[in-house]
């Protein structure tokens, strides 16, 4: 069995799925993929139905009945991969906005460099996005920014969304008091790493914004980052038991 997960959320993925998940399974690595679909009525799911019959031993599939968001997406993921024996979890996006070649680097920041959180970032040298607006650029580069100042967590891209956890990190944050479902769902996996005072590093990646299918960003989803990191601030600052 291999001992790292790659988690796989998506929604309405079917022009990248499948060539995403042949560049993961080419790589000199063996990876194992969990693709968590949410009723995707594009038939992501059946697609990747169809590659189990071609990658039976090393691709799985879970799937939701509706969209129930990116958060609760890889909780579900992460449980998954808890019941069983993997050391290593990783959250990617479908969408070829994360390199699959860099699943490799994050591999080795934890396994070679002893990181319990490695952080595919965009920020930590420069700004490394392709393909942006520059508006959208200015948005994620000053909520990273917004969110370091607030948290006081010394991270330069906190809403990343590319990650390799050992599984001491999920095994130890409470998946069940995670309470944010959209983009702020990331920065609160990474609070709660750090006020654990587990060995974070940021590795830095290109960023290509996606060519094919639709962006899930919403004003609600940045709504509940900008307002939800003062909220999870404010309870940390009281030593809650659910922080």
């Known amino acids: 069995m291999a ?19 042949r560049n993961v399974f080419s790589l000199r690595r063996t990876f194992h993929v969990l693709v968590v679909d949410d009723s995707s009525p594009d038939l992501t799911g059946l697609k990747v139905k169809e590659l189990q019959e071609v990658f039976p031993d090393s691709l799985f599939l879970e ?9 609760t997406a890889y909780i579900h993921g992460f449980r998954w991969a808890l019941a069983r024996d993997y050391e290593y979890i990783f959250e990617m996006d479908a969408d070829f906005s994360h390199n699959p070649n ?13 990181a319990d959180l490695a952080i595919g970032s965009r920020y930590v040298k420069g700004v490394n996005v ?21 948290t006081g967590m010394p991270i330069h ?13 999920l095994e130890q944050i409470d998946l069940s008091n995670i309470r944010f479902v959209g ?18 590093v940021e590795v830095p990646v290109i960023f290509t914004d996606r060519t094919k299918g639709e962006s899930k ?26 922080i």
């Open 3 to 21: 001992e790292a997960l790659v988690v796989i959320p998506t929604y309405n993925e079917i022009d990248n799925i499948e060539k995403l998940l």
């Open 217 to 242: 960003m919403s004003s609600g989803i940045i709504s509940e980052a900008i307002f939800g990191v003062i909220s999870m601030k404010w309870k940390s600052l009281f030593k809650r038991k659910d």
């Open 130 to 150: 392709v393909n942006w607006p520059m508006s959208r650029v200015l948005l994620s580069w000053g909520a990273s920014k917004y969110v370091r100042f607030v």
């Open 183 to 200: 983009y702020a769902f990331q920065i609160e996996m990474k609070f709660k790493a750090y006020l654990k005072k587990f060995k974070i």
């Open 63 to 71: 799937e939701r009945k509706g969209k129930l968001g990116l958060g």
């Open 157 to 169: 891209d906190t809403t990343a969304g590319f990650i390799c956890y050992r599984r001491r990190v």
């Open 102 to 114: 860099d699943l490799l680097r994050l591999y080795n920041a934890c396994e070679k460099q002893g």
